[in-house]
Structures are given as C-alpha cells and as structure tokens.
C-alpha cells in the first residue's frame, strides 16, 4: 500500500486529472503569454550577442573616414591620434553593374582588399569560391546576397563600369561581411539585396580603376576600449581636412549598422511592450479561472474545516492546486519559448546573414514569467479563501444564500411576459452574479482586445506603406544622378518619349543636430508645391514649403525633439560643407524613413550652388517605360533609376522578413489566446452549473433546453464583453503600433471598424465552438450521478 | 478535588440561554431563542423537530462550526461561545466527528483515503482499516464513493468521524437519505460505536421513531427545547421501524 502521499495530495492529483481538460486550456494560456516573453528576449537577445560577436570576430571598424584622396603616410598620422589601436586605408568606389535582361544597371561600391593576408579590419567572410588571385586584376569576390538575388556564382563573369570605363571581371568567390548586412543604394530609404551590390577586389586593381595609387579614399579606424568617440572624430576631421576629408562617423552611423541596430532595437521594444501584454492578459486569466475553480471548491473547504484542518493547511492545498497548474504552463512556456525563439533566431540568421549564431536566453524572462503565472494564481486563489475563511465552516458547506430578489418584483411580471424558465434562469444568474459575469466579460474582452491590436497592426503596416508609396509619392520611378547637376538635366529628361511629367529634386547629406540629438541623413530639396514627391501634414493635407526653414518627418522631429519654432543645425556633408541653422516651420507625416525637406530654391541658396539638382522623379508611360530606362540609362552621370514599384516591393519584404514578421507570429497567438480565454469562460460556466442542468434534465428538460440555460449565458457575457473588447483594443492598438515602430518605419495606430470587426467576429466564432465542445459534455452527463449529489 | 471538578466526570455538554439569530432587522431569523440543555457524557441523544426548529442550528454550534449569537455554551470545562477560530478549528480536529446526511465524501478519495483525511491530522486515531472494518466496509476500502451504495458511503463517513476517536460525533439526518433496511444498519454502526468507545453522539432526525435507541430524546420546536424524554429502556437498532 502506497502511502507516500498524504491524502490531501492524493486529492489533489485527483483532483487535477477531474479537471484536466480545464488546467490544460489554462495552463496553455498563460503557457503562450510566458512563450512570447521568453522567445522575444532571447531572440533580441541572441541576434544582440551575435551581432556584436560577429563584428568582434571580422573586426569591424570603429571609425570610418571617407576622405577625397589620401596618400598613404597620412595613415601614420592617423594611427597617432591618441585612442587609435589601428588605422588602415582603403580604396572605395561606386560601380554600375551590366547584368543581362536587366535595363538598367545595378549599383555597386567596389571595396579594395589588402594585397597580403587577411585585412587588420573589416574583415569578410569567404563562403564560396576562393579569394581573388593579386596578380589577376580582374578577379572579385561578390557579396553573397547580391548574389543569391541575382543567381551568380564563382566562375561567372559580368560587366561594371568604374569611374567611366568599363572592365570585365570574373567572380572568383562569394563573401559575407559583417560591414554590409543590409545594403541600400545611395538615395534610398530601404534596403535591397537584388538592387546593389559589393564588389571586393586587389587593391593595386581597384586603385588603377579609380588613379588612387599609393593613396586611399576611405580610412578604417580601430579604437581602445573607453575613449571619447567624438574627440577621436574630430581628431581625424582635423588632420584629413587638407585632403578632402568628407566627415569621419562612427559604427553606429554605418548604414548597415543602422537598420540592422533599428531592427534590434525595434525588436527589443517589441520584446518590452508586447509579451507583457499577452502575460498580463494570460494573468488575468489564470486569476479569474482560478478564483472560480476555488469558489466552486466552497463546501470541501468547509468540509476540510470542520474536519479540524487549519485555514493555513486548506489554503495550502489549493495553493498546490493552482501552482501546479500556473508553474506547468510557466515551464511549458519556457521550454516553448526556448525552442520558439532557437528557430525564429535561425530564420534571422539567414535574414540578417549572420555567418553564425549565438544563441542567448534571458533569465530574466523566465523569472518575470513564473513570477507573474504564480502572483496571478495566488491572488486570483487567496481573494476568494479569504472570503471562505471568514465564513463559518456551517455556512461555507451550505451553498451560498440566494441573492435578495425584493427589488426585481416589479420587473418579473415583465420578465414572465417575456421570458420562459430557462431564459428566466439565464438574466436571474446574470443579476445574481454580476460580478462574476462581468469578471467573464472582462476576460473574454481583454482576449479580444489583444486580436483587435494585432489585427489593427497589420493593417498600420499596410497603411504605412500605402502612405508612403500612393499618397506621398506619386511619381513611377526616381533617378539619382552621381554628382550634383545643373537643371538642363531635368530638361533633357523631359525630353525623353514616354516621360508624362518631371519633377526635380536635391537631396544633400547632412548631420542635423538639435541640442543633445543628433541624426545623419538627408535634406530633400523639393519644389515649393510638388506634385509627385510631397509632403503631407497629419491631417494628409499637402504641405507648401516655404521660402525659409526646414519640415521635419514626425520620426525625425521626435528624434531631434524639435518642434516648429526650434532652430536645427545642418551641417552639410558634401562640396563646401557648410554649417546652416535652420528654423524648423512645420512637422510632416511620413512613415517611411525619418525625412527632412526644403524648398529645393532655399536649400540651393544656402548651400551657394544655384539651379543645381541631385535627381528627379519621373511618371513614365508605362506602354514605354523599358525604353525610357534605356534611354535613362545612356545619360551622362545618371547613377541609378528606382522603380517605385520595386521599391515598394523591397520595404514590403523589409516589413514582412524582418522583426515586422513577428506580427504574423503574434496575430497567430493572440488567436489562440483569444480562444483559450473564450473557452476556459465556457468550461467554467459548465462546471458552476451542471448540477443545476442536470436537475432540469430530471425534470424533464431536453438537451436542447437545458443547454440554453447554459449558452444562453455564455451568449450574453460573450455579446457584453463585445464592445468593452473594442475599447480595450484601442489602447492595445496604441501600444502595439508604436512597439512596432522604429526610424526606418512607424506604424500608425490603426482602430478602426475592420479589425474590432475582425477581431468580435473571431471572439464570437471561438464563442460558438467552445458552446459547442461545452454542449458536447453536457450531453454526456450521467444523470442519475447527478442526482445522487442530493445538492 | 470534588468530582464536580474534574473534566471528566463533567456532562460533555451544557448551554444556558443559548441564541442564534440569522441575519437582522425585519429579515431576522431566530434560530435558537434561549436554549438551556446538558448532554451527559457517553449517551446517545437524539434530537427531533420539524425543519427550521433549530436542531441542526444547535447541532453547528456545540460542532464548532458556527458560533452563537447570545447565551453560553460548554464543552465540558471549555466555554465554546467563546473561542477564536484557531480554537474552535483545535476543537473540532481534537474532540469532534461529524456525519453529514449527504455524507460528503472526498469524490476523488477513496474510502480509505477519506477516513485518512482525519486520521492524518488526529492526536490518537484509530487504523483508518480498523475503522472501515468497525462499520463493515474493510473489504471495499481501495473503492471510490462513486462505486459505492448510498448506505455504504454513510458508513464511510461514519468511519471517517469515528475514526479519530472522537469524544462526540454528530449526525445530522445520518440516514435521511437512506432506505429504512440501510438506514437500520447505519443507526446499528452508530449504537455500537456509541457502546463500545463510549462516543457521547447527538443526532439530528426526522425520524421519530429512531428515538427508541436513545438514552435521552430531546424535542425541538421554534428554537426552543420543548421536551426532554429520558429513556428507561432503549431498543435495539435492529427492532425500529418507521
């Protein structure tokens, strides 16, 4: 005979087996909050660690200072700067790649590889193919993402064009490296593996291509741990200043660096504001079940009580009872977390093409998750003990007394008018448990407010781009031309057959400050009333750009913190470099990027280059538009054409493979959620009442009626907790949009009728088949049992 | 020392002016108006009256398991009016049994696990299969209530009250929820528990003609005691009828 146990605990795992169907579907819920905090964390965490694992590895530079031409004993003055560890150069330039089929040309950089051994920084990743041989000048290595977009490989050969002459060049290898994880053309906001590539080859090579002989257009900086960055830029500023110095910048305004830290970043907001959410929303649950799974445990309580067990031993006992459940979901969660964020991490790994992957949990989340399942259990079990405990154990073993019916005299002799027994019985449980009910609304509506957030993100991610491509940007493609030209250009471009309207801009480097803040990205210079390109206020109302300041994008403002009425400083990164401040006169709604524009006439005065023009943007008739490419594609200094809808195309995938994805993720288990909170509603209700059912199935009741009594209930909590779930989900929708949003796109809060719509649909739909399971039960119950149980 | 000292010569129970009024205002139910009564220990006392007369109102409050509005209450030399919780729930763990009329039994428990259910936290319990074996149930102890007979579960919850060697056990309607052939053998476990540990028991029925087996019949009607009968001789279990 096995009595290892006390029969208190035999009791409970009996008890836990009765009621299995139920402690599954709660421990699932609070299983699936815990699994998206541990998987976020330790996603964020581990695309962290291996990012800075990978730079550390390739020794990315710390510093890189662009520079005109350099020879190459400046480098030792450069490595003299004190919290220099290393200085090399390098030779750097732009390319257009020929690929067949394809009209107009790929961009390219070209980077120089050092002539012996491995580079002292940047360092790259060989995955296919070898390195080139030094002695062969047209051997290179491409960079494996460009050529997977484009299908090459080691052996192929293509055409590029190098500072005006074009070479042929075979590709002897495929390399990764952790300076270009993402790849974005000059000029455009979003990155794209197809749409630019990096071409790497021998320096002696790449010099002659670009007359650098002896000398470097690029210095490479490695720092000692702890200096001043800002000193050591300035530093570097003031001795390539001679040469032609274009700014020196660190690591973290690498554009590479930058979408790939906005991504992290991005991440570990959502990481932060999402999973809480769904873990306080399982919580919440978790309370509400579990204080009603006590509450039915009434006369056991009393009976234990009067058999002599102490409050403290019978409040252990349930205390067991709802651990048990609440800590199997937490450890189920966190196994699923732990195996849900290794394989998200995987897919991000070849995301973000990280050659390896360090995967790193975060122990925090494990404790937060327990902690809260087990806080959530014990609250929702101890207020209703106390409430026992304080009761007599005489009375605790009666059924609670009925509510005092006096004051609804008058309504029953409408109700008999109206209401059969069975729909007396349903409003009658409504008004004699109000709080109970609305306890079951208010579950059932935070499960729908958590679909009507996800829902209503993935339609802010659609808006955002609709914003951007079909409201802001009405032109069909953009050209960007390599240097700054005068406006004949956009007259030549006008000429062209085919093209329908032609609008000029200038786009200028610049680092904008404002106080503390600071920003490296571009003034778009731009017609004081555009029609193709423009900028639009909140209320979607095209703005004029005046004759003086500057419009920031509502991102930019907030990174700035400037506000109309602020003066910014603009200190231009191209030709003279000189230094503006700028009044800011108006913000603009923009989704995409963090933009800054001024009326191009403005903007050319300040800088003292009259009538000069970086790009346009073009409306192609789109019976012609192959030949107006080619046509583009002929023009002197035109250094790329973007097809709007390509573009669209690439920040769509951006949006759909990167951290965006985790929506679909999180849609997928706010509809489980949603569902498992709809269901334990209905499995509850059952338990509370199948005595009761099961008496009017004695009496005489068909399964049918005496199943009303029950759906009825669960109809009405469901149909109250409808609209409170849409206010709910106002607020869900707000934190979760902005959880999503980052510099490189914003997510607007979107609330409106489709997802409540969607999202009562999905809660009415979960209603109907968790009903359906309950009344499946229902049918099953041995009545004569039930009878037995005299109460 | 007198024997009036002496805990154990003392009558198990005595109130005087016992009251217990339920809720108040206009809606008060007075359960017991002023009931004064001694039980002596080591009988069996019955006590009879219609439903709402007050005797399971009494029965809860000399159990411990609620307390009374007004008036006193002993157990032998203890004032039960005036105990804590934490006292009353010493009370009933150390002197108390209870059998219920719907016997409530542990569903997920077996018989032998229900009676461990109080002998685990007992001073001096019996082997909760001797106690099984007491109310004839020593082969069906691994069963589960549900795979047992109405009368047989009511034995089980006897054997479960008995089981801590109680120094009272109450019963409230012990077989009202029994055929009168099973209700017989239940009353025939309770008389010989009564004479063989020598278990002062006090049973709440409706049943009158149960009154035959005690040694003291206390009749109740409106709260208050409105007879006490002291049996001369008593039948056996076996020779009630009703």
Redesign the interface.
Known sequence: MVTLLAPLDRKLLRDLWRIKGQALAIAAVIALGVLMLVMMTGLVNTLEETRRAYYDRYRLADVFAPVERAPDRVLERLAEIPGVAVAVGRVTGSALIDLEGEIVPVRAQAVSLPDHGPARLNDIHLTAGRMPDPDRGDEILLLKGFADARGLAPGDRLQATMNGARHGFRVAGLAQSPEFLYTTAPGEIVPDDARFAVIWMGRDALSAAYDMQGAFNEALVGLERGVNLQSVLDAIDRVLEPRGGLGAYGLEDLPSNFFITEEIEGGRKNAIAVPPIFLGVSAFLLYIVISRIVQAEREEIGLLKAFGYTDWEVASHYLKLMLTIAIAGAIAGSLGGIAAGRAMAGVYQDYYKFPFLVFQLDPRSFVIGVMTSVLAACAGGFGVLRGVFRLAPAVAMRPPAPADYSGTGRLAGLWSRLLDQPGRMVLRRLQRQPMRMAGGALGIATGMALSVGMIGVQAGFSKSIDLGFSVLDRSDAQVSFTHPQSDKAIYELGRLPGVQEVEPVRNVPVLLRHGLNDHRGTINGMLSAPRLARAMDEAQRPLTLPEEGIVLSTTLARVLEAAPGDVVTAEVREGRRPVLDIPVVAVADSLLGSPAYMNMEALNAALKEPGRVSGAYLRIDSAVQDEVLVAIKDMPGVAGVALKAETRDSIQTMMDSGMGMMRYIMLAIAGVVTFGIVYNSARIAFAERVHDLASLRVIGFSRGEAAFVLLGELGLVTLAALPLGALLGYGMAAAVSAAFSTEVYSIPLTFDAQSVGSAALAVLASAAFSGWLVKRDLDRVDLVTALKMGE | MTGQDDPMSLPTFRTEGLTKVYGAGEAAVHALRGVDLVVPRGELVVLLGPSGSGKSTLL?IL?????ASGGTARFRDRELTGMG??AL??????H?G?VF??Y?L?P??TAE??V???T???RAPMDPAEALRLVGLGERRHHFP?QLS?GEQQRVAIARAVAKQPDVLFCDEPTG?LDSATGRAVLKVLADVNASLGTTILMVTHAAATAAMAHRVIHFADGAIRDVQVNETRLAPEEIVW
């Open positions: 809860n159990g411990g398991l609620d307390r919780d934490g729930t010493r009370y009933r763990r150390d108390v209870f009329q719907f409530n542990m997920s428990l696990e229900n461990e259910l109080v685990e936290i007992a549900a109405g929820a």
